[in-house]
T-cell receptor
């Protein structure tokens, strides 16, 4: 069975700080990887995804993620966060069947 | 293109009752998946439907069931509600069964008293 682990449940940053959210997955085969974001009061939306090719993928709003196959990791990064990035971030993996989510990381950016 | 819509947005029920939630996918999408979101467990997969057939099912008791209609709209039903069923129920659609990019609706917030 596949599983996803997100390293931090809560992260607090000041505006302009750099962000890195950790995500590790467990699955022996080929996977597709995702980061979703849920802004306060809004529905879940896709930030970025990795299917194949360049392991460094860029998403919306300046986010990027790097797939490191040897480490089973797909960490999310942003060089300089803004107050509007306050949200809950979910890493997800899809192996042979269903989409499995991590438990989420709540990011609070203080102005 | 209109997004995924879910009705109702909020529901309050009492233990033992049953509830039916509805989801209309993005026009043209034929696959619908349901998830339960709670603070403690995060997002957990319930089931996936494609062309009126259940393709995958998560690890939930038989009180949780669903179906999909010929117009791709989907419903999920929870019978004999328990307090622990209080959650946000999310529906997601995509164009193909098992396709990887899912588009989520706003969810139905179910509170069981």
């Amino acid at each position: 069975a596949q599983s996803v682990s997100q390293h931090n449940h809560h992260v607090i940053l000041s505006e302009a700080a750099s962000l890195e959210l950790g995500c590790n997955y467990s699955y022996g085969g080929t996977v597709n990887l995702f980061w979703y974001v849920q802004y306060p009061g809004q529905h879940l939306q896709l930030l970025l995804k990795y299917f194949s090719g360049d392991p460094l993928v860029k998403g919306i709003k300046g986010f990027e993620a790097e797939f490191i196959k040897s480490k089973f990791s797909f960490n999310l990064r942003k060089p300089s966060v803004q107050w509007s990035d306050t949200a809950e971030y979910f890493c997800a993996v899809k192996g042979y069947s269903t989409l499995t989510f991590g438990k989420g990381t709540m990011l609070l950016v203080s102005p | 293109k209109a997004g995924v819509t879910q009705t109702p947005r909020y529901l309050i029920k009492t233990r033992g009752q049953q509830v039916t939630l509805s989801c209309s996918p993005i026009s043209g999408h034929r696959s619908v998946s349901w998830y339960q979101q709670t603070p403690g467990q995060g997002l957990q997969f319930l089931f996936e439907y494609f062309s009126e057939t259940q393709r995958n099912k998560g690890n939930f008791p038989g009180r949780f069931s669903g179906r999909q209609f010929s117009n791709s709209r989907s419903e999920m039903n929870v019978s004999t509600l328990e307090l622990g069923d209080s959650a946000l129920y999310l529906c997601a659609s995509n164009g193909l069964a098992g396709a990887d990019t899912q588009y989520f609706g706003p969810g139905t917030r179910l509170t069981v008293l």
